[in-house]
Structures are given as C-alpha cells and as structure tokens.
T-cell receptor, first 113, second 114 residues
Framework: ETGVTQTPRHLVMGMTNKKSLKCEQH?????MYWYKQSAKKPLELMFV???????ENNSVPSRFSPECPNSSHLFLHLHTLQPEDSALYLC????????????FGPGTRLLVL | KNQVEQSPQSLIILEGKNCTLQCNYTVSPFSNLRWYKQDTGRGPVSLTIMTFSENTKSNGRYTATLDADTKQSSLHITASQLSDSASYICVVSPTGGGADGLTFGKGTHLIIQP
C-alpha cells in the first residue's frame, strides 16, 4: 500500500502555472514510470526510467518534463498545460525493466483550468 | 496494432453474487496477461499474472482464466463483497517485453450493491 507514494494527491492549476508532481518508491526497484489515465481511456504510458536513465518517451508534449534524480524518486514537471491535460497521473515502479509486475502509486488528480 | 478489449464496460450486481469479466486481446506474440484492481482514487493493484502456458490462477475469491488459442481471458469473482466495487483492468505484455509494449484495456467498472 505505501510502497509507491505520490504527492500531491490533488492539484488544481491554471494554464500559465508551473507545478511538479513527485513520486517516491520504497521497494528498491530499478525502474519507474509515469502514466496518464483519462476517463474512459486506457492508461497511457508517458515516460520510463531504468537505473535513472530515460528509456522511453512516448511522444509526450514538451510541456511535460520528467526528472529522475535517483532510483527512488521521479518527478513530472508541468508548465503551460492545457485543459485536456486534466487527468489522473499515476507513477509506477518495477524491479527491472522491461517489467514483470508494476506497482502503482495512488495517483495525482490534476485539474487544469 | 495490439489491442485489449474488455467487456462489459460497466456492471452492477448484488452483494454475494458471482460475476465474470472478459478480456480479449490481439497482442502477438504474447508473454503474459495481468489483471489489476483499481479502487476509486487509487492506483491499480495487481491481482493475477499468467503466462501463455497457464490456464487458470486464483487469488482468494478472484479466479483468472486464460485461453491463449482464442486470445481470451476472464476474471471470475465469487461471492462478491462491497469492497469489490472497483475498476478491473486487463493488461497484456508481448514477448520481448518493453514497457511501451504493455497494452492496457479500458477496464470494467464493477459496482456491488448491498
């Protein structure tokens, strides 16, 4: 339950704001992920880091900028977002990459006004 | 294009009843299939993972089945409880791995009524 934590849990921001989402995993895993979950759509993989190196970037707009300072922490920096970016942003980790089972955090519910 | 289709989209049943959720996929070659449970406002939690050689796997009142020939999986919930209300997501991984290869279904939203 507390293996992967995310802060904040809820965030409201204007289109001109800059904010950051934080993820921390306490499982000793080597890979971390950012996903976007919109209503009635499948989870969309945004970024993958393995051993602190970015290994996947699925054509995500540059207004989303990830950062992985160490294997336990992952950030998603947000700037000049659009209302359609409102969604649940999920962080996950796995022992290795490619993953077997991923462990998800509780998510950050983002609303862009 | 790899796809995972889940049905029904939503389901309402009475507490104590059984139900079965379906997952059809086109991912090939196939490595493994996972079912996740996602409570409202929380991240998904793994229920089962099956490789292509496994036909069934249980986790308490949850039983997943897999038919790799027809590319179908089901999740059967026995004696449902109010806490089973959640979204259930089917995820299929192709051979060779790679997180970008993971294909997620849209999920089935299950509501258990007292």
């Amino acid at each position: 339950e507390t293996g992967v934590t995310q802060t904040p849990r809820h965030l409201v921001m204007g289109m001109t704001n800059k904010k950051s989402l934080k993820c921390e995993q306490h499982l000793g895993h080597n890979a971390m992920y950012w996903y976007k979950q919109s209503a009635k759509k499948p989870l969309e993989l945004m970024f993958v880091y393995s051993l602190e190196e970015r290994v996947e970037n699925n054509s995500v707009p540059s207004r989303f900028s990830p950062e992985c300072p160490n294997s336990s922490h992952l950030f998603l920096h947000l700037h000049t977002l659009q209302p359609e970016d409102s969604a649940l942003y999920l962080c996950a980790s796995s022992q290795v990459w490619p993953p077997e089972t991923q462990y998800f955090g509780p998510g950050t519910r983002l609303l862009v006004l | 294009k790899n796809q995972v289709e889940q049905s029904p989209q939503s389901l309402i049943i009475l507490e104590g009843k059984n139900c079965t959720l379906q997952c059809n996929y086109t991912v090939s070659p196939f490595s493994n299939l996972r079912w996740y449970k996602q409570d409202t406002g929380r991240g998904p939690v793994s229920l089962t993972i099956m490789t292509f050689s496994e036909n069934t796997k249980s986790n308490g009142r949850y039983t997943a089945t897999l038919d790799a020939d027809t590319k179908q999986s089901s999740l059967h919930i026995t004696a449902s409880q109010l806490s089973d209300s959640a979204s259930y997501i089917c995820v299929v991984s192709p051979t060779g791995g790679g997180a970008d290869g993971l294909t997620f279904g849209k999920g089935t939203h299950l509501i258990i009524q007292p």
